[in-house]
């Protein structure tokens, strides 16, 4: 179990380095840099070039590539190149709100899609065609189109907040600041997990038509078993195997894909600084954010794995 | 600079200052992006501005509207007969928010960190006059004399972008070659000191900046009320656009910083019927789109190519081919003006409307075009140059600015129609400065800020030796015969003490640079400025901050 867990931390931590790496020299590699929007704000060329000068930018990215390696050997991310503040500060304002983005949204995704994805294979009828249509329909619309939907909901109804997000006040107890952030986390979170859930749906439902199809089933419906029992007792730990698969990169893909959203309904995760690192050629600053979402990644697939190996006794005996 | 015509009428219309300002209350505006660093040294972008506007003092300011220069923390000044030295009163008895005196000192050493090397200011390119830096000195606690390198036309319009820091709180951090280190956006608002009408409250990253009065600010009303009237100002941070146009027609926000994008005007027009906001049409834009084709040298391409493309007839015909009455209607959904150049009537004294114009006339373009060499010899539509390659040329443009991919499809669906094929090429900002630093592109359709309308002010366009003359930057000697002129003229313009001199030396310019059309314009757009009905006291203007550029007069209607 040790050989495990020292495999997967492993893995964990070159996924992460190799993606921020790829990250900072995407970055670094594209056109233009971080000293550009100055030059549109009229600040004089014989500053801007001494500003490049300073920051390093006048160096092979290659030479950039690698003093930023050194900082990473001492755990330091480096300085963002335009806040001029450290990555590790920059990131740590915000993961938080990403993290609990992320989670609420992949909650809400399991609660929607599990149990429609076992009714619409278990079922036969227009209920199951319905959940299938809905489904094809909510993949068809991207996160960032929904999420806008969504605000244009919250701006006619005044229901929910059209953006942002704005703490309950100081000493207002943990029942008001849970329901406040309820309350500015419910647009974002059904933006990000409708897609999901859909994807969930799609896939347990798949599974529950193939476990159901199975002999031993068969025998157990042949000897007068009840549905009801046959699907949630009998066949649904066998038909959780491929969603458990796949939570590793929902999770990753979860996590990645609220940047958008975050942008749109204005939620202060890393989406908005993802953004900025991304247009302003900030390439610590883009390195860090990919650093964080490939941690999101990581634990994802650790997550899965624990989870595959929970449902599936013969995973436990390989990885022991 | 006019101010503008209202969209609506009646008594509480943005522009009219009420009767009896109430004192109290909280606005809440909204910004696309954040500051990224309390330290206007070391940040320039809009949000960086707005942030040292609200909470730093400036000696004086330019009025938004009226466009002249008016006392700040000095409240007067005097030029010298060498037309070089100015001398200024400090106003007395004004304190910092921190509490501590404001005094000459403060703006000596609000100087010399704009030329500290080891500060390396993003301020300090606009503050030298020719490359060399004001002489700045203070007789006494209350009165600065600042001598310029040479006589200046501007005069001390430049100091309206230059923030008094307080001494007290940075010396000793300038004295370190700190001063880069100093405030940024993770100092506590307690450690932050200044003479503008707010003080930071709280910074939450990625989601607001709360601003507070400043209790020491030291103007007031003329009804001798202290300034400002708002208790609080909240400026929220909303990236996507269309959520913030979404959050100001439902009430969530008051104000934005930024002008109404063409396509949201119709709506917001609906809604100021409806009561729900304020629209002002403030007036005709002082920064439009341009075009132009690269005239360096080093332009890659055929020699064929570089003959028509670089040929000051193919420009002519450019803007003789292009309908610009189409260009208003389809990129600005109606709400702009036809131009022909730079300068449009929002400047002001500077706008001189009887320049020579290459008007619509596909004719005259199909003309220009066949003196050229070029002709549709195989009848496919395309002209062809005298090396029977087509007349092909790309155009790039920014990439996610709708204005700018509108209009570049229109130019390119203009040209078609004379036989000229264009190729629109969209990139984003990073790479279109890049291919524009390199010289690495045909023509470039794109735009920037301007904040001051005085010409003095844009002679990086303007002089052959520029960094925006975008057609050809940067030349050591002018390239051509017309440029040397520009060049005399404003040069001139520039060191004139004299306004009318000055408008008639520019009035030149423009002309010249009129008739060989080195840069292409099409449409100005009217600046639409929303606010919600609670917004009273707004004089916006068409420059940014459109409204809150000077937020200490504004207002709750009501009050809080």
Known sequence: ???????????????????????????????????????????????????????????????????????????????????????????????????????????????????????????????????????????????????????????????????????????????????????????????????????????????????????????????????????????????????????????????SGSFAVEFVSGWPGLGRLMYDALTSRDIYLAAGCAAAGSLFLAVGTIVSDVALASLDPRLRRQSS | MAAGSLVLDGPDRPGTPPAAPARGGELVASYRSEPVSFNRHLASRAADDLFSRLTQGRLVRRHRITNEIEPRLAESWALADDGLTYTLALRRNVRFSDGEPF????????????????????????????????????????????????????????????????????????????????????????????????????????????????????????????????????????????????????????????????????????????????????????????????????????????????????????????????????????AAEPIFGPVTPSYGIWYTPDLPVYAFDRTRAGSLLNGLGLADATGDGVLEDRSAAPVRFSLITQKGNNVRERSAAVIQDQLRQVGIVVDVVGLDQGAVFQRFSTGDYDAIFFGVDITDPDPALMAEFWLSSGAFHFWNPGQATPATEWEARIDDLMRRHVTSLDLDERRDLFAEAQRILAEHVPVLYFAAPHVYVAVSPRVANATPAVTKPQVLWNAEVLAVKGGG
């Open chain 2, 103 to 334: 005094t000459s000192a403060d703006v000596l050493f609000s100087f010399r960190a704009v030329y500290d090397d080891a500060t390396n200011s993003q301020l300090a390119g606009e503050l030298k006059i020719g490359g060399a830096p004001l002489d700045v000195s203070a007789p006494d606690d209350h009165t600065v004399v600042i001598r310029f390198p040479s006589p200046f036309g501007p005069g001390l319009r430049i100091l309206d972008g230059l923030p008094i820091l307080p001494r007290h709180k940075l010396e000793a951090a300038l004295d370190e070659g700190r001063l880069r280190e100093m405030w940024g956006t993770s100092t506590p608002p307690s450690e932050l000191a200044g003479l503008g009408p707010f003080v930071l409250a709280e910074y939450t990253p990625g989601q607001r900046l709360v601003f507070a009065r400043n209790q020491n600010f030291w103007a007031r009303d003329a009804a001798g009320v202290q300034l400002p009237y708002l208790d609080r100002l909240v400026v929220e941070t909303v990236p996507e656009q269309n959520v913030e146009m979404l959050r100001l027609e439902s009430g969530q926000l008051d104000l934005t910083t930024d002008e109404a994008r063409p396509e949201d005007v119709a709506a917001f027009r609906r809604a100021a019927e409806a009561g729900r906001l304020q629209l002002v049409d403030v007036g005709i834009a002082i920064d439009p789109n341009l075009m132009w084709i690269n005239l360096r040298p080093d332009l890659k391409a055929s020699d064929s190519k570089r003959a028509w493309l670089q040929s000051e007839d193919f420009r002519r015909a450019i803007s003789h081919a292009v309908d610009r009455d189409v260009f208003v209607n389809t990129v600005y959904l109606g």
């Open chain 1, 1 to 255: 179990m040790i050989a495990y867990a020292v495999r997967r931390l492993v893995f964990a931590l070159t996924l992460v380095f190799l993606v921020s790496s790829a990250g900072l020299m995407l970055v670094g590699l594209a056109p233009g840099d971080v000293t550009d929007e100055l030059f549109a704000t009229g600040v004089s060329a014989e500053t801007i070039a001494r500003e490049r000068a300073r920051l390093g930018l006048d160096r092979p990215l290659v030479e950039q590539y690698a003093a930023w390696l050194g900082r990473v050997s001492r755990l330091d991310l480096g300085t963002s190149l335009r806040y001029q503040r450290p990555v590790r500060d920059l990131l740590a304002e915000r993961i938080g709100f990403t993290a609990t983005l992320g989670a609420a949204a992949l909650l809400l995704a399991t609660a929607i899609g599990l149990p429609l994805g076992v009714l619409a294979g278990s079922r036969r009828g227009w209920l199951p065609r319905i959940v299938r249509a809905t489904s094809i329909t909510v993949l068809s619309v991207p996160p960032l189109i929904s999420a806008l939907l969504f605000a244009l909901l919250a701006a006619r109804t005044g229901w929910f907040p059209v953006s942002g997000f704005t703490p309950a006040p100081a000493g207002a107890g943990w029942l008001a600041a849970a329901s406040n952030l309820a309350w500015h986390l419910t647009l974002p979170t059904l933006a990000l997990a409708l897609p999901f859930a859909a994807t969930i749906e799609r896939l347990q439902a798949d599974a529950t038509v193939s476990a159901l199809g199975e002999p031993h089933i068969l025998a157990a419906r042949g000897r007068g078993m009840s549905d009801a029992r046959l699907v949630w007792r009998h066949s649904l730990k066998p038909a959780l195997r491929p969603v458990a698969a796949i939570y590793g990169i929902v999770i990753g893909t979860l996590f």
